[in-house]
């Protein structure tokens, strides 16, 4: 059985890293609107209604108007890369190792996870599930991005003659991916994040540093690190890596693209401070290597078909 796919913002950096993932799939048959009709709404409409699942690779308002065009009746399913949906009711949160595999697979929306979310939520949803962690903690989260990360319009910044090399922001304290941290993290208040960009085009780290010993019930870094290992085990995208001493974590500046992600538990002699540390590809696990794995999941193929994973 083949499945059509329509990628909404196809020529866009997520939307060209997904369909670079699809190409010499034989499941999939890709509906494509030329550069002249791409952002012509009635093409847009007929190309959402012919798909059998259609990805929005779009800014959030352009997503939402493209759900608005997919007729009810119609059985189009939606990944929406965007940040339009993830904590919307009737959308289910496409991160198959937190919500379950069998919810992304029946799901009609989903809504990938946003990257920085995607290396946070890996981390500290599991602990405060297994009541490790506390829900009601105030988390901080600092983390850096390649600049691919911000789209097109990051891409030329980074890219042009006088290039910064470092940009930190989100000083209004009310980055959109607040909500989705805490929503899907189970958290009782919104997380402090400082996020910042490299000249890297991908890539990621994003991390949690932890007073543990200020902790009720005395949790210890050793203790995180299992318990991570654990809820991860066996799977084919998420790593957890031991307690082996790691001196640094690298960005390289022309990494290849990578949809695993790697988290990593740094404890101090006593185990009593913490730095929980993500890396991943902003637009691997943080974006079209997630839609992919869903894109998998929902039409019944292996989770990791197209994915690029480091070999076993
Ligand atoms: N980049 C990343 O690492 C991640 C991105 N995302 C999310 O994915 C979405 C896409 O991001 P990204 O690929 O980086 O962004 P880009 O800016 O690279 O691409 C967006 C594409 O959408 C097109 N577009 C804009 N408005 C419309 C419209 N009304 N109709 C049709 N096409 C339209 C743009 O056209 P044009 O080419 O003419 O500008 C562009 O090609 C965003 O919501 C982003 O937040 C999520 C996780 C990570
Ligand atoms: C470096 C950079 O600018 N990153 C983007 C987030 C990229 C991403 O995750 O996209 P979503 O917002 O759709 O989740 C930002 O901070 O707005």
């Given at each position: 059985m083949t499945h059509k796919i329509f990628i909404d913002g196809a020529a866009g950096t997520t939307g060209l890293e997904i369909a670079e993932r699809l190409e010499g799939r034989s499941e999939f048959v890709l509906l494509r609107l030329d550069d002249a009709q791409r952002k012509d709404t009635g093409a847009r409409r007929e190309a959402l209604n012919e798909a059998d699942i259609a990805i929005l690779c779009l800014p959030d308002d352009a997503a939402r108007e493209a759900v608005e065009l997919i007729d009810p009746a119609n059985g189009t399913r939606v990944i929406d890369a965007s940040s339009a949906h993830r904590t919307a009711e009737g959308w289910c949160y496409g991160f198959p190792e937190l919500v379950g595999r069998e919810r992304v697979s029946d799901a009609r929306r989903v809504s990938n996870p946003g990257c920085y979310p995607t290396g946070f939520l890996a981390l500290v949803a599991p602990l405060v599930r297994e009541g490790i962690l506390?829900?009601?903690?105030?988390?901080?989260?600092?983390?850096?991005?390649?600049?691919?990360?911000?789209?097109k319009a990051l891409i030329e910044r980074f890219e042009a003659d006088g290039?910064?090399?470092?940009?930190?922001?989100?000083?209004?304290?009310?980055?959109?991916?607040l909500p989705e941290m805490k929503t899907h993290a189970g958290?009782?208040?919104?997380?402090?994040?400082?996020?910042?960009?490299?000249?890297?085009?991908r890539g990621m780290?994003?991390?949690?540093?932890?007073?543990?010993?200020?902790?009720?019930?005395?949790?210890h870094a050793d203790s995180l690190r299992d318990t991570l290992a654990s809820f991860y085990e066996g799977s084919p995208v998420v790593t957890v890596h031991g307690?082996?001493?790691?001196?640094?974590?690298?960005?390289?500046?022309?990494?290849?693209?990578?949809?695993?992600?790697?988290?990593?538990?740094?404890?101090?002699?006593?185990g009593w401070n913490a730095r929980l540390v993500a890396r991943l590809d902003n637009l691997g696990k943080g974006a079209s290597g997630a839609a992919v794995q869903n894109l998998n999941l929902m039409c019944g193929l292996p989770e990791t078909a197209g994915l690029r994973l480091p070999s076993a």
């Open positions: 506390p829900a009601d903690w105030p988390y901080s989260v600092n983390a850096v991005s390649g600049y691919s990360g911000g789209g290039a910064p090399a470092f940009r930190a922001y989100g000083y209004d304290l009310a980055h959109k991916h958290l009782e208040h919104p997380v402090l994040f400082a996020p910042s960009v490299v000249s890297a085009f780290i994003v991390e949690v540093p932890l007073h543990l010993g200020a902790m009720e019930g005395d949790p307690k082996a001493p790691v001196g640094e974590l690298l960005l390289d500046r022309d990494t290849s693209p990578s949809d695993g992600l790697e988290l990593f538990v740094f404890g101090n002699e006593g």
